[in-house]
């Protein structure tokens, strides 16, 4: 058997246990979904957003990219996150990235790997923009896994300055922001950095909104201002 057999035998196994649990398990899973969570993480194969927090389909809406990035210009990360913030009104959305992770590595080398120097410069930019603090970090490992930390801090910073989360959070006041980084070696993930909604963004990356771009959603009117 090829290996990708095992993975449609495996799939075929999954459904004929879920529908013993459950005969009407598809019915529900097919009717709807309401994420509570949006996930923006590394797409690393070992760091399944379903499997590290015991969740299952339907609870997490997922975007997943080399090294967890938020940059402006990525049509697809910002459709995900439109569609999320906006449709699915999502309460979290978490940025993970993870210690070990290859695309960070990467970055900190100076090595030429084709295309994706292109997608690694914004970890170079990040470095750069940490380089006092990084710098005095001697041990190799240990700056490596400050990197992957102010990486996530970044992307999350990133996300607030998104007009897609400043007009959520005046509209419903949320989503919270999440700034996380699982450990491979453990399985935890750490706590890296939270945003509140209404937090704290740099005057120049911050929008005004008209009140009528607010009030259009009638159930929210009431938060406008707040
Ligand atoms: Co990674």
Redesign the pocket.
């Known amino acids: 058997m090829q290996s990708y057999q095992r993975l449609l035998l495996a799939n075929k196994a999954w459904a004929s246990e879920k529908l013993n649990l459950d005969e009407a398990y598809f019915e529900e899973l097919a009717a709807d979904q309401k994420p509570e969570f949006l996930w923006i993480g590394?797409?690393?194969s070992r760091?399944p957003a379903n499997e590290v927090t015991g969740t299952h389909p339907g609870e997490i809406f997922v975007h997943r990219n080399?090294?967890?990035l938020v940059l402006h210009t990525d049509i697809n990360m910002l459709s995900v996150l439109q569609y999320a913030v906006e449709v699915l009104k999502v309460k979290h959305v978490l940025v993970v990235?993870?210690y070990?992770?290859?695309?960070?590595k990467a970055a900190m080398t100076n090595k030429d790997y084709g295309l994706i120097n292109k997608w690694l410069r914004n970890i170079k930019d990040v470095y750069d923009k940490h380089e006092r603090e990084l710098r005095h970090i001697e041990d190799e490992q240990k700056r490596f896994d400050r990197l992957?930390e102010l990486n996530v801090e970044e992307q999350v910073s990133n996300l607030a300055k998104t007009t897609i989360i400043q007009k959520a959070w005046h509209q419903r006041q949320g989503p919270q922001l999440h700034g996380w980084v699982f450990n491979l070696n453990n399985g935890l993930i750490n706590t890296v950095t939270e945003m509140q909604p209404g937090s704290h963004i740099d005057p120049i990356y911050r929008y005004d909104f008209k009140p009528e771009d607010i009030q259009k959603d009638p159930d929210l009117s009431t938060h406008y201002g707040a």
């Open positions: 590394c797409a690393d760091v080399v090294a967890n990235g993870h070990g992770c290859g695309g960070v992957v």
